[in-house]
């Protein structure tokens, strides 16, 4: 794939480099629920280092984010029973769009409009790089795990299913 020049900024990259993030850009051509096996099929990396921004809500209609693997689902019972809430579910497209400020397909966990807790597949943390979105549908951006870890407050979980 071409490099292409430079991507235009995003509230998650104007985050990232206000922070001093070092960071790849990775644009792909998107597809309509295509998902993250269309975005590590373009780009040619594994679908298991493309993490997904996943917005969902607890049974009082609290937003949160959950960061998983693009090969894996999040099993929301389990996740539930780990932050201590009855149930959790995604949010509908419109209610994530308005709390993080992004389209879903191009939200990204960095730069949110409302600041939401973070919950993050502990095994994405032992991965080199990691490839998520970076606030536009058909952008990802690669970034150490680490940089995640120190700029949102996340906290790890243990609820991958594989898909």
Wanted: charged share 25%; proline share 4%; net charge neutral.
């Amino acid at each position: 794939m071409a490099k292409k020049e430079h991507i235009s900024e995003t509230q998650a990259t104007q985050m990232l480099r206000k922070h001093g993030v070092i960071f790849t850009e990775h644009p792909y051509d998107y597809e309509a629920h295509g998902g993250t096996s269309v975005s590590a099929r373009e780009l040619g990396v594994d679908e298991h280092s493309v993490v997904k921004t996943l917005v969902m809500e607890d049974e009082q209609a609290r937003p949160l984010i959950v960061l998983m693997h693009g090969d894996c689902k999040v099993s929301t019972k389990e996740l539930a029973r780990q932050v201590g809430c009855k149930r959790i579910e995604p949010c509908a497209p419109e209610v994530a769009n308005r709390h993080t400020g992004f389209l879903v397909g191009g939200t990204s966990p960095f730069g949110t409009r409302k600041k939401m807790p973070v919950y993050a597949e502990k095994t994405i943390f032992e991965l080199e790089t990691i490839y998520i979105n970076g606030g536009r549908r058909g952008y990802l951006v690669g970034i150490a795990p680490a940089d995640v870890q120190r700029l949102l407050e996340v906290t790890l979980v243990d609820v991958a299913q594989k898909s």
